[in-house]
Each structure stands twice: as C-alpha cells, then as structure tokens.
C-alpha cells in the first residue's frame, strides 16, 4: 500500500513572522522601484536631443519585454484564460503605466530640468491617496500627517526655485497616470501572477506604441545607435522597467499604494543628490530644509499601521 504523504500546515510562529517581515520588504521593494526611477529622470533629460520621446519609449519597452519574457512568457501562456476575463483590466493598466505614462515623461525632458521632473513626480503620491480613499481606504491620522508633511517639503522644494514651464504640464499629466496606474495594481485579481501581469502589460503596452512610433519614424526619422543611446535604453529597459516594475508592484501588493506613494516621496531627494554626484549641482538651504520634511513625512507615513 502506497503511503499518501500530507502536507503540514504552516506553524503559526512562522506564518506570523512572515507577517511581520511583509511590510519590511514592501518598503524596501518601493524604495528600490524609487532609486532606480530616480535615474530614469536624468536618461530622459539626458537623451532629449538625440532620441525623439516616442521612440525612447517604444524602444525602453521592447528591451523591457526582451528582459521580462524568460520569467513571464510561459506563466502568461498558461494564465491566458484569467487574462482574457481580466482583459479591460489589464489594457487599462496597461494603457497608463506603459504605453502613456513614460511616453508623457520623455516628452517632458525636451524642456524640463531632471531635478524639476521628479520634483513634480513626487506629487503623485497625493493622488494615488486621494483614489484609495475613493475605493474605500482608510489612511489613518498618522500616515496623512506623514503625506502632508513630506507634500510640504515638495511644495516647498518647487516654490523656493522651480521655474513652470510647458513641459511641467507633461509632468503632471504622467504624474496622473503613474497615480492610476499604483492604484490599479491595488485591485489586481489574485489570479494573475506577477511576472505573467508584468509580461502582458508589456506587451501590450509595446503594441499600442507601434502607430505613433511608426509616425514618429515617418515624421522625425530614426535615430542613430551609439553607446551614448543605446547604453541609456538598456538602463531604462532592464533597470528602471523590468527591475523597478517588478520592485513596486510587488510594494503595492505588500503594503498598498498609499504606503508605497509616501516613500515614493523619496524621488525628489534622489535626483537631487544624482544630479549632484553626476553633474556637480550644488544643493542649498532650501534644498536640503525641502529634503528634511520629505524624508521625515516619509519616515512618519510608511511606519503607520492601517
């Protein structure tokens, strides 16, 4: 007689640490997703006169897929049935987070500073607060007091040098749909797996930008590859897309979009000392007063308990 070996439930001493550990790892998830972005902001600017906007994009995405199908294609063939019932889902994530949001952020490196861009990125927290609480989450005292305090330090931040410019319009735009975007994921259904949702909204994303980048070719041409393009595509491809997507996704499904908006707070700061260490940019008083209320709103608001 064949013995039926049975599975041994979770020790409850273990499944409370893992518990514990989750919003550890969900802070850190974001605060990589936030590190890694904060780069993309420089490539943007950085690339701005040699490759146009769409193309940028188009391109992050197709290296960004390239880099996710050995570990999402096959779990997306064999979840192809919850993705076809999930399909208005998925598109609209899909439409924000890939196909919109970076194409309106290349378009705002044509004529605004990197500094600027993740000064108006860091608003979007804000907003993905604001449409949690439209679908019914409760922020608690704590953690708003955290997101007004780390709001102050970006007003603060922009008001003591930002000059508004036609690009900032571009930013606030992307700022929205990234804030869509962090709160969609919170309504993901459970059965679609990460990687899978990851590869299709890729996909997706990379098929709903072949007609505007067939027009950007018609219209602007191509662009020429060097190492001084092609180097910055593949860290916004692999880096800032595959890496960082995976990071802050994996953030919103541990501790929500609210949490990880509040240390996406953290994007401001990031650039700053980026554009300090890169390009030798100074950082004032101001900056670094600025800089102290958005870390310390930080420190209050991802530490609060639902």
């Not at 064999?78 to 919109?100: D, E, F, K, N, T």
């Not at 955290?146 to 036609?166: K, P, Q, R, T, Y």
């Not at 908006?261 to 900056?287: D, F, K, M």
């Amino acid at each position: 007689m064949t013995a039926v070996p049975h599975r041994t439930a979770t020790p409850p001493a273990a499944r409370r640490s893992r518990e514990a550990a989750a919003p550890l790892l969900g802070l850190a998830c974001a605060a990589l997703a936030t590190v890694v972005w904060s780069g993309s902001f420089v490539t943007s600017r950085g690339l701005h006169d040699s490759v146009p906007p769409v193309q940028h994009a188009f391109w992050r995405w197709v290296i960004a897929l390239i880099a996710v199908a050995p570990f999402g294609a096959r779990q997306a063939w064999r979840q192809r049935a919850p993705i076809r019932r999930h399909a208005r889902y998925v598109l609209l994530a899909s439409l924000l987070g890939v196909a919109v949001y970076n194409t309106l952020v290349n378009q705002a490196g044509l004529t605004t500073p990197a500094a600027t861009m993740g000064m108006i990125m860091a608003a979007s927290p804000v907003l993905m607060a604001l449409f949690e609480r439209l679908g019914g989450v409760r922020l608690g005292a704590r953690r708003t007091t955290g997101l007004l305090i780390a709001c102050a330090g970006v007003a603060f931040l922009v008001g003591g040098g930002a000059h508004f410019s036609a690009g900032d319009l571009w930013m606030i735009a992307a700022s929205c749909c990234f804030a869509g975007y962090s709160a969609l994921l919170r309504r993901r259904p459970a059965e679609l797996g990460g990687a899978a949702f990851l590869f299709t909204t890729f996909l997706i994303g990379t098929v709903l930008l072949l007609p505007v980048q067939a027009a950007s070719l018609a219209v602007q041409g191509g662009f020429t590859p060097t190492p001084g393009t092609v180097l910055p595509l593949l860290y916004v491809g692999v880096a800032s897309s595959a890496l960082a997507f995976f990071a802050w996704n994996k953030a919103i499904a541990l501790i929500g979009a609210t949490r990880a908006g509040i240390v996406y707070y953290l994007q401001p700061v990031c650039v700053a000392l980026l554009s300090w260490a890169v390009l030798g940019e100074r950082t004032g008083g101001p900056q670094l007063l600025s800089m102290a209320l958005i870390l310390g709103g930080v420190v209050l608001g991802a530490g609060a308990r639902r």
